[in-house]
């Protein structure tokens, strides 16, 4: 059968202030006191009236604009009335009947690059967080720190087929934000928390089935495992030919399971209603022309150009993509180049090449950003220009970057502590030494003649050794078959 699918994400936007006071915005909770950036606003005393936060706005509308959204000029908000402990004013405030940004769409790719899909966002709206509930040892305790904090959600239409095509939309969405200085959207941390809206038809032209929502979800690899649980279960229930309610369901990611929350029947009358305390949003020209010429970053054109100009395969591209502060790193190498004169060779294949492997690879094993290693974007330009000569083979380049990244020496020092600008050895040479590796080892190459031949292999380590590392492998390779066979 046929999956239909789509999504309510809700980001957190990485404002100073919350969206309606002066409190701190708080990013991370895990080391920060219960209800210590508060005040009579966030936690809704009956007095105390809420301000819109220019910078939650401006947020906004650049994410709007990233959705390539429609943005409206005059905008409202609504109330949201529901009754729980964690909403310490009975009601949230919300977008719901006129949102600031409206009829946008995302694109992305799937299948490592190969093919494009274009997501389509009904609203971008913006909405004040929740208070947090916490319960220990039989007490429930609210903290106030989150009550308040700014949100935008993204509405999408349900244009999902499949849960890769979910996960690698939400990477995308994830570089939006990031790139563009909007948000964290760090999925563990509930910056960016997604709902899953399910349900399966027999084929395109029939109408929609039966939406099911599935909500605690926190991981790209959960989402991916309740969406195929959500798609089996409803299979199984139309084989039997039952039928179900729209609900919402609660998603258990350790037991593989979900349960019922709530029934179409049984759902809350969230009764909105237009928000008395906030006046209509008009946005006045000066935004509007701020708006006009923010510059913004989108990941897709950015891919695109990698693969189409550059050439890039997807390990190079996984590489530099991931994380802006590489990607930066990266143009900024190619511009030192094209000041010295570098512009005709195929120079940004030869940067991707190294910061895939193993500058990125160093980085993960050692938890360092890019800026923290040892040496600077000079001394990776000097390594990148003496790859470039071609004078060294690849064996010591990778010992020349190894040597670079544990100690911070330039590529002129390691290749001079290496003995790797000695002259070039000639093949006549090079077999001398290869009998000379033979001689030495008569038990190995006993070994090789009973049937080991990978043992040819400690032999060429050997005869690297022996010429500082200049000899290439495959011809080393090619002189001891000879004198092996």
């Given at each position: 059968?046929?999956?239909?699918?789509?999504?309510?994400?809700?980001?957190?936007?990485?404002?100073?202030?919350?969206?309606?006071?002066?409190?701190?915005?708080?990013?991370?909770?895990?080391?920060?006191?219960?209800?210590?950036?508060?005040?009579?606003?966030?936690?809704?005393?009956?007095?105390?009236?809420?301000?819109?936060?220019?910078?939650?706005?401006?947020?906004?509308?650049?994410?709007?604009?990233?959705?390539?959204?429609?943005?409206?000029?005059?905008?409202?908000?609504?109330?949201?009335?529901?009754?729980?402990?964690?909403?310490?004013?009975?009601?949230?405030?919300?977008?719901?009947?006129?949102?600031?940004?409206?009829?946008?769409?995302?694109?992305?790719?799937?299948?490592?690059?190969?093919?494009?899909?274009?997501?389509?966002?009904?609203?971008?709206?913006?909405?004040?967080?929740?208070?947090?509930?916490?319960?220990?040892?039989?007490?429930?305790?609210?903290?106030?720190?989150?009550?308040?904090?700014?949100?935008?959600?993204?509405?999408?239409?349900?244009?999902?087929?499949?849960?890769?095509?979910?996960?690698?939309?939400?990477?995308?969405?994830?570089?939006?934000?990031?790139?563009?200085?909007?948000?964290?959207?760090?999925?563990?941390k509930w910056q960016?928390?997604?709902?899953?809206?399910?349900?399966?038809?027999?084929?395109?032209?029939?109408?929609?089935?039966?939406?099911?929502?599935?909500?605690?979800?926190?991981?790209?690899?959960?989402?991916?495992?309740?969406?195929?649980?959500?798609?089996?279960?409803?299979?199984?229930?139309?084989?039997?030919?039952e039928t179900f309610e729209q609900q919402t369901r609660w998603w258990d990611d350790t037991k593989g399971e979900s349960y019922l929350m709530r029934s179409k029947e049984d759902a809350l009358d969230y009764r909105y209603f237009p928000e008395p305390d906030l006046p209509t949003l008009k946005l006045e020209k000066e935004i509007l022309d701020r708006l006009q010429n923010q510059k913004t970053i989108l990941p897709h054109e950015i891919i695109k150009k990698m693969k189409e100009t550059y050439g890039f395969n997807k390990e190079y591209i996984n590489a530099l993509i991931g994380d802006k502060e590489i990607l930066d790193y990266f143009f900024e190498i190619e511009n030192l180049f094209a000041k010295e004169g570098n512009e005709s060779w195929s120079k940004s294949k030869l940067i991707a090449k190294r910061i895939s492997w193993p500058i990125v690879a160093r980085m993960n094993e050692n938890f360092k950003t890019i800026n923290e290693l040892a040496f600077d974007k000079t001394k990776l330009t000097e390594f990148l220009t003496k790859a470039q000569e071609g004078n060294l083979i690849e064996n010591q380049l990778k010992v020349v970057m190894q040597e670079m990244l544990s100690t911070g020496k330039s590529a002129s020092e390691i290749i001079k502590e290496k003995w790797f600008d000695a002259p070039a050895i000639n093949n006549n040479e090079i077999e001398a030494l290869a009998k000379e590796v033979l001689e030495e080892n008569p038990a190995i190459v006993d070994q090789y003649k009973w049937g080991k031949t990978t043992t040819i292999w400690f032999f060429i380590g050997q005869l690297m050794k022996k010429t500082w590392g200049k000899t290439n492998p495959k011809i080393a390779q090619e002189i001891f078959e000879k004198l092996l066979s």
């Open positions: 059968m046929l999956l239909t699918i789509g999504l309510e994400i809700h980001i957190k936007l990485k404002s100073t202030n919350k969206m309606f006071c002066q409190c701190q915005n708080e990013q991370n909770f895990d080391h920060l006191l219960p209800n210590t950036h508060i005040c009579p606003v966030c936690t809704w005393q009956p007095w105390a009236l809420p301000t819109l936060s220019k910078e939650v706005l401006e947020k906004a509308l650049i994410l709007g604009k990233t959705l390539n959204c429609t943005i409206n000029e005059t905008s409202s908000f609504d109330r949201k009335s529901y009754f729980y402990p964690d909403l310490p004013m009975g009601y949230q405030i919300t977008q719901l009947y006129h949102p600031t940004n409206t009829a946008g769409d995302v694109k992305f790719f799937l299948n490592n690059y190969t093919t494009e899909k274009i997501i389509h966002i009904q609203d971008a709206h913006m909405e004040c967080d929740t208070a947090k509930m916490i319960h220990n040892k039989g007490e429930a305790m609210i903290d106030f720190n989150r009550a308040g904090t700014p949100l935008v959600e993204i509405v999408t239409l349900p244009d999902f087929r499949n849960p890769e095509e979910v996960i690698e939309f939400l990477k995308e969405l994830q570089r939006i934000v990031r790139f563009n200085n909007i948000a964290d959207a760090d999925l563990e960016m928390r997604v709902d899953v809206n399910i349900s399966i038809r027999n084929n395109e032209n029939d109408p929609y089935g039966t939406r099911v929502e599935m909500k605690n979800i926190n991981s790209f690899g959960m989402i991916k495992r309740a969406i195929e649980h959500e798609k089996n279960r409803q299979e199984a229930l139309y084989t039997k030919w």
